[in-house]
């Protein structure tokens, strides 16, 4: 068999069949491999125009690619993945490459380069964000680990990205297993400003009374200006959606308990064990796992109802409740890429955040209007510390956190759940307190567990003797 195929994908389901149709648009010879004669047949016709064909043996589709071959993985994040290696390395070549594109757990992608490497064979992990369309006709790609593998694949990836400003949304993020890590931050990132979205509509319907046409205008206003986002996009449609057996607005009709893959939990985790706090990312997790106490949530209701006092301005505040999101939404990215600050330091990542933010900008579920004040950010200063430290940024927000305020103020003292909007202005209010009360903390660690504590007056560690005679 001639081999004339320049990489290989194993997994047809929607993501991997969209990308290989990508793949062929751009002039690329593909194919693809499935178990699944009903995904091959689904390949074969949406690839028509390509004269796409994939195979059902997986010796065949191994012998069908050019050397060194290039095997791309979209399966299921697990187990999957490595029973998927096992078939595979019987039948590869040192040299050879495999690209794991799903969304592994960093630390499973570290173990499989380390041991895909002492047998020759090439491997990076990448995460690909943007969803089916995304995968069809423009992703954002998050590609890290053997710098070999990729360059073999780049021309590929960077034809296939999506664009802005004519720059491709792809770039090599750094060694190990840093695509996979990154692209955990980005869904930890889409988890909280999924939350803050579904805050914001809570307000404006229980707060202020908008019916979906209401607010289906308001988030269409929104996005037309600083707020313009994908998420913020597919929020605005939503509510001009009708359900076809109740008549009504199809959002009005779906319970309030949400699922979710695991990708936010990873982000929390990791943050943990780092020591870096990522608290409005934390509650957008804490929401969909409170959300699935139904029976409980509506008990309680009965059982401690509040009162919710009637807006006075609601123009006022429909203005501050724009500020609010703003504000927020800038803090669900500053807590990312602050924890991609500190990961890059620990496991020796090498990211340059200038360039993480840069191919967020296109084709990404987080992709955003803000997204290119956070990239110009990061191009004036490589190594800021923190988003809040650019000065561009920091005059928006001295603007909108006014506004903030009384948003969050009016929720609490009206009874409305807000976790990921408040935690988001205490994690502000926490970063600018030049001198905070865990200097008490400190004190009491050391009176009941003599763990001692520093003095701003001198150098070294110090314990005192706490019960003495001066109390």
Not at 18 to 28: Q, R, T, V
Not at 135 to 157: C, E, H, W
Not at 348 to 366: A, D, P
């Amino acid at each position: 068999m001639n081999n004339k195929y320049t990489l290989g994908m194993i997994g047809l389901g929607t993501m991997g069949r969209n990308l290989l149709l990508n793949m062929a648009d751009n002039g690329f010879a593909v194919t693809g491999y499935d178990k699944d004669a009903r995904m091959l047949q689904k390949l074969e016709e949406d690839g028509k125009a390509h004269n796409l064909k994939g195979f059902a043996v997986l010796e065949d589709f191994i012998q069908s690619l050019e050397l060194p071959r290039r095997v791309m993985l979209l399966v299921p994040a697990g187990q999957i993945v490595d029973n998927v290696i096992k078939e595979l390395i019987p039948l590869l070549d040192k040299g050879d490459m495999i690209i794991d594109s799903g969304n592994s757990h960093f630390t499973d992608t570290s173990r499989r380069a380390s041991e895909l490497s002492e047998q020759g064979i090439h491997f990076f992990g990448m995460g690909i964000s943007g969803g089916e369309e995304g995968a069809r006709f423009g992703p954002s790609m998050m590609p890290g680990g053997d710098k070999t593998a990729y360059n073999a694949v780049k021309p590929i990836l960077e034809a296939v990205s999506a664009k802005v400003n004519g720059d491709p949304c792809v770039t090599y993020i750094g060694p190990g297993a840093s695509g996979h890590f990154v692209k955990m931050v980005h869904n930890g990132i889409e988890y909280a400003m999924m939350q803050i979205l579904a805050e914001t509509y809570y307000l404006l319907k229980n707060g202020m009374g908008y019916d979906n046409e209401q607010i289906y205008n308001t988030f269409k206003k929104w996005n037309e200006g600083r707020l313009q986002c994908f998420l913020l996009e597919v929020t605005r449609d939503i509510f001009k959606v009708k359900d076809e057996k109740s008549g009504g607005y199809l959002i009005d009709v779906i319970k309030d308990e949400a699922k979710s893959k695991g990708t936010g939990k990873w982000t929390s985790q990791v943050s943990m064990d780092l020591q870096l706090p990522i608290p409005t990312i934390n509650e957008s997790v804490s929401c969909r796992d409170l959300s699935k106490f139904k029976s409980l949530r509506v008990a309680l209701a009965a059982a401690l109802p509040h009162a919710a006092e009637k807006i006075d301005n609601p123009a006022e505040f429909e203005v501050q409740l724009e500020q609010a999101l703003y504000f927020s939404m800038i803090t669900c990215y500053a807590q990312g890429l602050h924890l991609l600050t500190q990961a890059s330091e620990e496991f020796k990542y090498e990211l340059n955040l200038q360039e993480i933010s840069q191919i967020w900008r296109g084709g990404c579920i987080i992709r955003a209007e803000l997204l290119e004040d956070i990239y110009q950010a990061y191009k004036k200063q490589p190594d800021l510390a923190h988003l809040y430290a650019d000065a561009s940024l920091q005059t928006k927000l001295n603007e909108i956190i006014p506004g903030t305020r009384k948003v969050v103020g009016h929720a609490i003292q009206n009874g409305f759940a807000i976790p990921a909007l408040a935690s988001a202005l205490t994690y502000y209010d926490s970063l600018r307190t030049a001198n905070s009360a865990l200097n008490l903390t400190q004190a009491q660690r050391d009176f009941f567990g003599a763990h001692t504590f520093e003095r701003t007056d001198e150098a070294g560690i110090f314990h005192a003797d706490w019960n003495s005679n001066n109390l």
